[in-house]
């Protein structure tokens, strides 16, 4: 299966053959052996992640710390040999970089004092404090320069309805119903809500693009709570307006849009060209992504993060359902959601040995 309409090519200066397969595959690529990371790959499953986050204090300043942050994004690569490193950091130190602070406490999830129709965005600046997000860029740059050149380095941001639904409820919530309420009743406050955030994802995403990164990612985490008339309105749309501003300054930069939970809306966004590469979470089957997904642009994913927790056949089965399903076409392979704490690394181990035996 070819890519019919050609997205992003390789990163400066590097003709296709010399690319990273990971760029290769995002560029339309089918490649024998598929190209593999991991959604959250550094992390509390790594027990250089747990030894080093005790040392760093809060869970934000060791994201603003570009030594130490460097240092957990690499580890993975190290460990597994992965085809590419995702910078460590944070979706939501975007609304910390727009002055409503946000804090990590331990075992509790994020916490943010809420907008509500009262405070209206009063409490947000226009644009990213750029002195704070700073040293994100500054672990940009020191990653890249780590890495060999066969490893692709991703940047990443939230997509605005994702971070907007923190930015509203203060906090993680099961079906993001109180951003659903406010944008059901408020759609001028929520609606300006968003724009700012595309200004500011967009300024984020190109600033990493800057120090080195060669591929963005944008989490759209919470896309299964829209109904999806609000999911045009709220995911794609402003989706769209961010890869757009990337795109203008950046036509090279392949962009992965993963919007969990989406359904029938990822068919959606794969058919709107949006997304140079599309991500499947665990819930999609991937024959019928081969089909319907697939054909018109290379995707990522999808296995469920419990069958790596479960391992031995059942990850072996899963695994080789994905591979048997996407191999025709250009994948990216990947979890369907972001790796558990509890996965044991002989599982991963074992899962990479599968994707590339
Ligand atoms: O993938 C990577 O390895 C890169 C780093 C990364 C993190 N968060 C590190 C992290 C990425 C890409 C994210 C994205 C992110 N953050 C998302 C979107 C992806 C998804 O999982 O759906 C969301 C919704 C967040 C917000 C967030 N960050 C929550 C809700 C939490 C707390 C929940 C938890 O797992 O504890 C975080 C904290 C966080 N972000 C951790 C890590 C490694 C754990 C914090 C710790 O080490 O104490």
């Given at each position: ?35 593999l990371w991991m959604m959250r790959q550094a992390g509390r499953y790594l027990p250089e992640y747990r030894a080093l986050r005790e ?16 240092e957990v994004t690499l580890q993975p690569i190290r460990r597994f040999g992965f085809d590419?490193a995702i910078?460590f ?214 296995l469920d993060p419990l069958a790596l927790v479960a391992g031995g056949d059942v990850l072996a089965?899963a695994v ?13 392979f990947n979890l369907?959601h972001g790796i558990l704490p509890q996965t044991p690394i002989a599982h991963v181990e074992q899962l990479v040995a599968r994707v590339r035996g």
């Amino acid at each position: 299966m070819s890519h019919p309409s050609g997205p992003a090519g390789p990163a400066f200066g590097q003709t296709v053959s010399q690319a990273a397969p990971l760029l290769r595959v995002l560029s339309g690529e089918t490649r024998e052996k598929p190209p593999l990371w991991m959604m959250r790959q550094a992390g509390r499953y790594l027990p250089e992640y747990r030894a080093l986050r005790e040392k760093a204090g809060s869970f934000l300043d060791l994201c603003y710390d570009p030594e130490k942050a460097a240092e957990v994004t690499l580890q993975p690569i190290r460990r597994f040999g992965f085809d590419a490193a995702i910078l460590f950091s944070d979706i939501l130190v975007v609304p910390d970089a727009l002055g409503q602070r946000v804090r990590f406490l331990e075992g509790e999830g994020p916490q943010l004092d809420p907008l509500t129709p009262e405070t209206g965005l009063a409490p947000l600046a226009g644009e990213l404090d750029a002195e704070r997000l700073a040293p994100v860029y500054e672990t940009v740059r020191m990653v890249r320069a780590a890495l060999p050149p066969q490893v692709a380095l991703i940047g990443f941001a939230g997509a605005p309805w994702t971070v907007a639904s923190y930015m509203v409820a203060g906090r993680s919530t099961p079906d993001q119903a109180p951003a659903r309420l406010f944008a059901y009743t408020h759609p001028v406050l929520f609606g300006a809500l968003v724009d700012r955030l595309v200004d500011a994802t967009a300024s984020h995403l190109l600033r990493q693009v800057e120090a080195g990164a060669q591929v963005l990612q944008i989490f759209e985490s919470f896309a299964g709570a829209l109904p999806p008339p609000l999911f045009r309105r709220w995911s794609l749309e402003p989706v769209s307006r961010i890869v757009s501003r990337i795109r203008a300054r950046y036509p090279a930069i392949p962009v992965i849009v993963f919007a969990r939970g989406a359904g029938a809306g990822v068919e959606e966004l794969a058919q709107s060209g949006i997304a140079d590469g599309v991500g499947l979470d665990w819930t999609i089957d991937p024959w019928r992504a081969s089909d319907a997904i697939q054909v018109h642009r290379p995707v990522q994913g999808n296995l469920d993060p419990l069958a790596l927790v479960a391992g031995g056949d059942v990850l072996a089965r899963a695994v080789d359902d994905i591979r048997a399903a996407l191999g025709g076409g250009p994948h990216v392979f990947n979890l369907g959601h972001g790796i558990l704490p509890q996965t044991p690394i002989a599982h991963v181990e074992q899962l990479v040995a599968r994707v590339r035996g």
